[in-house]
Structures are given as C-alpha cells and as structure tokens.
C-alpha cells in the first residue's frame, strides 16, 4: 500500500487518506473494535497504551492513554461517538489531554472516518476539524502523519494475518 496522503483542504481542516488491501468488512474492525484498537494505536517505539476503552455506539465514549515508556508523559485522546454508519463512517469529537493538563485546557477536534471500498480494497478518509488555523497547525507540527501512518501499516498486519 501506498502511504498516508495528508492535505490540508481548508485553514481549520486536515485530511488523512489511506487504502489497505482489504474488504470494507475487515477495514472496519480495527478502527471499532477496542481489542485491535490496542493492537495498532500505538504511536511510536518506545510508547505504550495502558488505557483503551471503547463504548462503540452513539453517545458513547472513548478514551485512548498512551505512555512514554522512558519518562512516564502521559497523553489522552477522549471523546464521545456521534454519528456511525456501518461499514460507511464514524463521527466523534475529540480532545487531546497532555500530561496533567485540566480537561477543559484541550480544545476539541471533530473527526470524520469515511470507508469506502473498491475493486482494489478500502479507502479510508480521516477529516479532523480542528478550532482554529492555529490549533491545526500546532497538530500537522507534531508530525501527525507519520504517526497515522506507522499504526496504518500495523493494520496491515493485522489485516495479513
């Protein structure tokens, strides 16, 4: 596969678009399904994810830690789901917690999953809305697509297996 494409369509948005060699059916799994989700969010050597827990339903909630082994840093992804189609796309809010920063000190982040398969496997588009130019520029700064992209090759894996 071909590695993430990451663009920036608007001043508040950034879009993520990957294919994997695989039906829509199995594409779907590890994006909704909190034991695959362990298995692929990873982020980068040397970090960890004590916390991974998933309510995939309208107006639940999720929450993702991920741990720097070699400090202890923590960051949170938390939000709520509120839009699903099966097999089609996923709409969630999200902020991002950083270290022991106040829940209300992240700003929130809309994120729009989309699946569409094809003759040649599954499309997935991730758009995040972010709050302001800023507050997207300071994500495409942190080297977001490279990070998408090495838990998009773990679903590969997982996908190969």
């Known amino acids: 596969m071909k590695p993430a494409i990451v663009n920036s369509d608007s ?3 950034v ?4 294919s994997f060699d695989a039906p829509v059916d199995s594409v779907w799994k590890p994006f909704t399904d909190a034991d695959l989700v362990r298995q692929w969010m990873l982020g980068p050597p040397g970090w960890s994810m004590p916390v991974c827990e998933m309510d995939f339903r309208v107006g639940g909630k999720y929450e993702n830690v991920f741990c720097n082994e070699a400090d202890g ?3 949170a992804m938390v939000g709520h789901f509120r839009e699903i189609e099966t097999h089609s796309k996923i709409v969630q809010d999200e902020k991002h917690l950083i270290g022991d920063s106040p829940d209300d000190a992240s ?8 699946f569409q398969e094809t ?3 599954t499309t997935v588009t991730t758009l995040i809305e972010y ?3 800023t507050a997207r520029d300071e994500a495409l700064a942190t080297g977001m697509g490279a990070a998408m992209e090495m838990g998009y090759c773990r679903i590969d894996e997982l996908l190969a297996e």
């Open 119 to 121: 003759d040649l496997g």
């Open 131 to 133: 709050a302001s130019t």
């Open 11 to 13: 001043d508040t948005q």
């Open 73 to 75: 840093f923590k960051i």
């Open 15 to 18: 879009k993520v678009v990957r």
């Open 107 to 114: 700003q929130e982040t809309v994120v729009t999953l989309t």
